[in-house]
């Protein structure tokens, strides 16, 4: 049977270089650049909040005749230079006719246009903002309601039966809820102007409906005003907030290291509405940004609960972010924590200059922080309060741009970040981005450049450039070179790495489309040397090579893909492969649409685990993490039914064959086999 499935794959693979169809516009290629970019980052959750930002964009596409420069920022993969030229090309030749307009735009490749068409489409004539009457409010607003249940088929450790005795002892053996995860989102706009919603949800062994809990586990809700006149906006409950370079704050989740290598800007957005899932990663009150000429004043404070791990009356020892309550411990844990936030941030802007003042304070109460204290975290916040304070900037002409933040906390210690982008013709960019965080640097809601998952602690150089050297072919490349001062958790010394990426892409029109990236990443870790008690430190190397090919035949879409990996530590090397073939079937006449993924993966060990690239439902996001031996299979539909309803559904099965069980502690499974179903029912009214 994994002969045949080879065989069949590389079938496949080869029939994609002699088929000739229609242009290979894929509608789910942003899907692949949110993935790539999981498979960098350690934040799923910020990951999936991007996902669903992305995927309501492309449920809702915006006039490309109409569209603003605010509103394509907020599709991380345009650079400014791409926004400047859709907009200059507007301008100049005037309303765009057909979506193939954009090939005449000079600035644009190929692979920049695939990402964008979802999020676009050409309207038949201009509307005029309506008025905020009640008329105008019931007629014109846009309503959605979805509900999203999902469901492992396969029955964990965690929800088996067990004996009072056992529970009596140690009550976190068993999870207090149902193994289902389940949430339920609505959202009104009006013009975008006009924002409202709510979110509940249940994760997987949360209660909902038992003797420990009725109801849903998590609740948000949000009010969102833009745009009427000199109130640029206004967010009453839940919002986020994202300032400079993200020194001090940031919501937001920007690109870093990935295959569009000279986009590692962090665009200012201020305060959006926050309607994700993420329990954790947002504000909880209210916030204003009024425009005077060419000056913004932003003004926030939040006040909300958020769980921590309490070691007596008044101190905490490590703030929980990952949102679950499943276990007794976990229930005890949540929301114990009250924080409060204020700040601002004043900020100039004209078409080739900004500068920005960032505050933020943030306080406990009664209660200080604390974490255990050990050698790698001796410089991590500890206290009641904190306080950080930035100054960013951007200077920019049509060839150069020069960006940066520089930022300070409480105890007087350093952040800066500075990049210079060197654009001399629309097929070469170059960028060269230079960080120093100092070890003492205390930003809690930092989140900027690094390698780090926080902001502290971290040198470092990077280069990134990206070259069209003839039509169809594009070269991306980038080098970033990173030292760690003081020691890190796994790492008992001082450490660096440094990190390579090489792709080129090839698309022809008529023909196909793929890519190759070969990706090299050293770091240095802890490691006990054999038949001693000392630790040494020694670099652990990786390798990884991806090559994809994506044709289209009529309805049918087809992508395959090989992935191989190298780890090295020490000497000791392990590797793996995985081959990959999805289908994709959207005809133009008929409400129905069907994606089909098949994968063959073979890797040594957990350090030689691979991601598998397949269709999600609209809103859901999830990477498989496969390593060992087996198979996967899934397939996604979706059913647009009468009256705005639109069914989606997933069924994904991953074979093991080399053990007998899957997952450890409360989430293991008995057997070799794994079964997901995800379900979404959206009704737009």
């Known amino acids: 049977m994994k002969h045949l499935f080879i065989i069949l794959f590389i079938g496949l693979f080869v029939n994609c270089c002699q088929i000739k169809g229609q242009h290979v516009f894929s509608v789910d290629k942003w899907m692949e650049y949110v993935e790539e970019m999981a498979s960098e980052v350690e934040d799923e959750a910020r990951i999936e909040a991007l996902y669903a930002e992305l995927s309501y964009l492309t449920d809702h596409p915006v006039d490309l005749n109409e569209v603003t420069a605010e509103q394509l920022r907020k599709l991380p993969f345009l650079s400014d230079a791409h926004i400047e030229s859709i907009l200059s090309y507007r301008k100049r030749y005037g309303s765009m006719t057909t979506i193939y307009e954009l090939k005449a735009i000079e600035a644009l490749d190929f692979q920049t246009i695939e990402l964008l068409l979802p999020f676009v489409y050409i309207g038949t004539k201009k509307v005029d903002k309506r008025l905020f009457t009640v008329d105008n409010l019931l007629k014109h607003g846009k309503n959605e309601l ?40 609505y959202s009104y706009t009006f013009d975008e102007r006009l924002q409202f919603g709510f979110v509940a949800e249940k994760d997987a062994g949360e209660p909902f409906w038992n003797k420990r809990h009725k109801g849903y586990d998590f609740y948000s809700f949000h009010l969102f005003l833009k745009d009427m006149k000199w109130l640029k906006s206004l967010a009453l409950g839940d919002y986020k907030v994202s300032f400079g370079q993200g020194l001090v704050i940031s919501n937001e989740f920007t690109p870093s290291r990935n295959a569009i290598v000279a986009q590692a800007e962090r665009r200012t957005y201020g305060f959006r509405r926050h309607f994700s899932t993420n329990e954790s990663d947002f504000f909880r009150g209210a916030a204003a940004t009024a425009r005077w000429g060419k000056v913004d004043f932003s003004f926030f404070y939040s ?120 654009t001399p013709v629309s097929s070469f960019t170059f960028l060269l981005l230079h960080r120093y965080y100092n070890k003492k640097y205390q930003a809690y809601f930092g989140d900027a450049f690094s390698q780090n998952s926080t902001v502290q602690n971290e040198q470092g150089l990077y280069m990134g450039l990206q070259f069209t050297p003839f039509a169809y072919w594009k070269l991306s490349t980038y080098a970033d070179f990173f030292r760690f001062p003081w020691l890190k958790y796994g790492v008992d010394a001082p450490s660096s790495g440094n990190e390579y990426m090489v792709q080129i892409d090839y698309t022809q029109l008529k023909n196909v489309s793929f890519y190759l990236r070969y990706k090299y990443k050293q770091k240095e870790k802890n490691a006990t040397i054999p038949d001693k008690a000392s630790v040494a430190i020694i670099p652990n190397k990786q390798r990884r090579l991806r090559l994809q090919s994506q044709y289209k035949i009529y309805a049918f879409t087809c992508k395959s893909s090989v992935d191989g990996i190298l780890y090295d530590e020490a000497g000791r090397q392990s590797k793996g492969y995985m081959l990959a073939q999805s289908i994709g079937w ?66 994904a099965y991953t074979r093991y064959a080399d053990r007998d069980q899957i997952g450890t502690a409360l989430e293991e499974i008995e057997g070799n086999k794994k079964t997901d179903l995800s379900l979404l029912l959206r009704w737009k009214f």
């Open 303 to 422: 006040y909300r609960k958020v769980d921590g791990n309490r070691v007596d009356s008044n101190t905490i020892s490590s703030i929980k972010t990952d949102g679950l309550h499943r276990l007794v411990r976990e229930r005890q844990m949540q929301r114990i924590l009250p924080m409060q936030t204020f700040g601002g941030n004043i900020r100039y802007a004209t078409p080739h200059a900004r500068f920005g003042l960032t505050s933020v304070s943030y306080s406990f109460g009664d209660y200080q922080l604390n974490p255990d204290p050990k050698p790698y975290n001796l410089f991590f916040f500890r206290g009641r309060n904190n306080t950080n304070l930035s100054v960013d900037y951007l200077l920019s002409n049509r060839y150069l741009k020069f960006f940066g933040e520089t930022a300070i906390s409480a105890n007087k210690a350093p952040a800066t970040l500075n990049a210079l982008q060197f």
């Open 586 to 651: 959207k005809p133009e006449s008929r409400p129905f649409q069907a994606d089909i993924h098949a994968s063959c993966f073979h890797t040594d060990d957990y350090n030689t685990r691979l991601s598998s690239y397949e269709k999600n439902i609209l809103y859901a996001f999830n990477t498989a993490q496969l390593y060992g031996k087996g198979i996967r299979l899934s397939t996604t539909l979706r059913w647009d039914l009468p009256m705005h309803i639109s069914l989606f559904a997933k069924l």
């Open 146 to 185: 979805q509900i999203r249940y999902d469901q492992c088929l396969q029955q964990k450790k965690g929800y088996r039966s067990q004996p009072d005795s056992v529970l009596d002892k140690n009550p976190n053996h068993r999870y207090l809820g149902e193994p289902f995860y389940q949430s339920l989102r």
